[in-house]
């Protein structure tokens, strides 16, 4: 099995390159099928969950051509089925948009009981309510989601919780719905905007993505666009917090820095230096970090994405910090793997009490998810000595070329498959 392994202690310096938004291109690549006209996207980034995606279009009869790693073309004419299943997209949480797309587009869809990362109960109920308010009747089957209609109507739905998934989703199916949607209490991630953006760029009608009143106006068909997805803010978070951490010095290039402000403010207020520039952040780690808190919201408040990655810069800061976890219940379990490297903390219901410490030591963890396993890169190249981690597959789902990029930034890191290229590695690092 591949794992990373890393050797730790060097502070992170020069200039990396953010990819496409993978939690937009998710739902961007569901919107293309959308028409029969051909869709080219581009910005895609070229990891795991993107690319099943893609291949499960395809297995239903989309045509696609792969104009280079980060491009493509979808037609979604040749759509000969709309039955969803197939191994690799049980594993994906964004396979979900295929229902929004397909019912739009062709009334009925079923698809394969969501995936994705272990991270709590991950309900899909206000999907169904938005879904059932289109006029459509939703039913799990054999583990399938089935939802069909006659046709799709317009209509006002109040989300019980602020959920990206079933923003998505609901947008997705009302922009081919007769009459006018309303969606209120509806997320506003960024990339909300960059899917509504896509929408309409194909002739759609939707007003108000980004603040929580979305109206859609019905279309009757949408048309073919080119469109590019946005920066992937959770993977700029990452390399931002990766600089405070290693005590570096990053340009994190090709992002929206307006996205990513809940971070820049933590990262001021633990002491560290902040350069914003028109498409780039530069992050300089300062050698003595304070402590501080950070509690978990939807967007603009601080990203449950970012919530690992953050633990590990409280793990080397001043003094004591806490995480509230108010998204996903069940997103502490890679404490323990932290513990192992020597992090003081203690989790209280969904509230991590972490005490900082001087450093922090090598060892063999794993990835139990894919921001958890990003968060324990982080650690290990932090910490002194070699740290193994198995599970890689989970952080490959959502960064492109993690290993590569930050390898171009200084770290000592490899991916590794037997014990003797766990030795060369050990043989050639410093
Ligand atoms: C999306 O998950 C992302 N995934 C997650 O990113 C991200 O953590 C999450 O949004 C929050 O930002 C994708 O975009 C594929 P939600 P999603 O619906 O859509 C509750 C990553 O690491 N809820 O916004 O599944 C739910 O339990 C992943 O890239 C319901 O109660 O999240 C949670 O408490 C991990 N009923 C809250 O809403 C529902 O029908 C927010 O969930 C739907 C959600």
Same mark, same amino acid.
């Given at each position: ?10 502070? $992170? ?53 792969? !104009?280079? @790693? ?28 295929? $229902? ?9 869809? /079923? ?26 009747? !939703? ?49 506003? /991630? ?24 979305? @109206?859609?106006?019905? !279309? ?76 978990? $919201? ?30 996903? /219940? ?53 910490? /002194? ?11 490959? @789902? ?8 930050? @390898? ?23």
């Amino acid at each position: 099995m591949e794992k990373y392994m890393i050797k730790g202690g060097t502070p $992170l310096t020069g200039e990396v390159e953010i990819s496409g938004a993978k939690n937009a291109a998710l739902g961007i690549v569901a919107a293309a099928i959308m028409t029969d006209e051909t869709v080219t996207i581009e910005n895609l980034p070229d990891v795991r969950d993107i690319n099943v995606l893609i291949d499960t279009i395809a297995e239903i009869g989309a045509t696609v051509e792969r !104009v280079n @790693r980060h491009c493509v073309r979808i037609n979604g004419s040749t759509i000969h089925s709309v039955h969803v299943d197939n191994e690799q997209v049980k594993k994906i949480r964004g396979s979900y948009y295929l $229902l929004g797309a397909l019912l739009g587009k062709f009334n009925k869809a /079923e698809v394969t009981l969501p995936g994705g990362c272990n991270i709590g109960s991950r309900p899909i109920d206000q999907h169904d309510k938005g879904f059932t308010m289109l006029g459509a009747s !939703v039913k799990i089957e054999y583990g399938m989601i089935v939802a069909e209609a006659e046709r799709l109507s317009g209509a006002h739905i109040f989300f019980d919780v602020v959920t990206v998934g079933a923003t998505i989703n609901v947008m997705l199916a009302a922009s081919l719905a007769e009459g006018n949607t309303i969606i209120e209490n509806a997320a506003k /991630e960024p990339h909300i905007v960059d899917v509504a953006n896509m929408l309409n760029s194909m002739g759609a009608n939707i007003k108000g993505a980004g603040t929580d009143v979305i @109206r859609i106006k019905g !279309v009757s068909k949408l048309h073919g666009t080119e469109y590019s997805v946005i920066p992937d803010q959770i993977e700029a978070g990452t390399f931002m917090f990766a600089a405070a951490a290693t005590r570096g010095n990053i340009l994190v290039k090709n992002v929206i820095p307006k996205h990513l402000e809940a971070l820049t403010a933590k990262l001021y207020e633990v002491g560290c230096s902040v350069e914003e520039y028109d498409d780039a952040v530069r992050v300089i780690g300062n050698p003595i970090q304070k402590s501080s808190q950070v509690k978990t $919201l939807p967007y603009p408040g601080f990203p449950t994405d970012m919530q690992p990655q953050i633990t590990v810069v409280f793990s080397l800061a001043k003094g004591t910090s806490t995480v509230t976890e108010s998204i996903f /219940e069940n997103r502490f379990k890679y404490v323990d793997e932290l513990t192992k490297m020597g992090a003081k903390i203690r989790v209280e219901g969904n509230i991590a009490v972490i005490e900082g410490v001087d450093g922090l030591t090598g060892a063999n963890v794993n990835a139990l998810d894919l921001r958890a396993g990003a968060a324990l890169v982080v650690a290990g190249l932090c910490a /002194e000595g070699y740290t193994t981690i198995d599970d890689i597959h989970y952080i490959q @789902r959502g960064y492109e070329n993690f290993d590569q990029k930050l @390898r171009s930034i200084g770290a000592q890191i490899e991916i590794v498959d037997s014990e003797k290229e766990e030795q060369k590695f050990k043989f050639q690092v410093i």
